[in-house]
């Protein structure tokens, strides 16, 4: 059983930084894609960034330039660095992760969420 722990949420002013981590353990035979959406009250989960098991990235323009994520493949662990953040990325933040953990069964799973606060 594969299962997501994720960290580094929290309240934080505009303009300022946070981190979050998100790990992946269990039976993972090969990871592919990570990464993060995030879901305000009232809206639906939306895409933040995702990297590829080969270090491709995406990001949603909202974050382009702020926002950084980056994977540590040998911990089968993601990043996201976000910087001069906006009240409108307050946000639940949830990490995705999608692999194998067996040679043809795959899986994809979310994170619990973490909560990301911005006040203005």
């Known amino acids: 059983q594969v299962q997501l722990a994720e960290s580094g949420g929290g309240l934080v002013q505009a303009g300022e930084s946070l981190t979050l981590s998100c790990a992946a353990s269990g039976k993972i035979v090969s990871m592919n894609t990570m990464g993060w959406y995030r879901q305000a009250p009232g809206k639906q989960r939306e895409l933040v960034a995702t990297?590829?098991?080969?270090?491709?990235?995406n990001y949603a323009d909202s974050v382009k330039g702020r926002f950084t994520i980056s994977r540590d493949n040998a911990k089968n662990s993601v990043y996201l660095q976000m910087n001069s953040l906006k009240p409108e990325d307050t946000a639940a933040y949830y990490c995705?992760?999608?692999?194998?953990?067996?040679?043809?069964?795959?899986?994809?799973?979310w994170g619990q969420g973490t909560q990301v606060t911005v006040s203005s």
């Open positions: 995705r992760a999608e692999g194998y953990y067996s040679t043809y069964n795959s899986f994809g799973l």
């Open positions: 990297m590829s098991n080969t270090g491709s990235a």
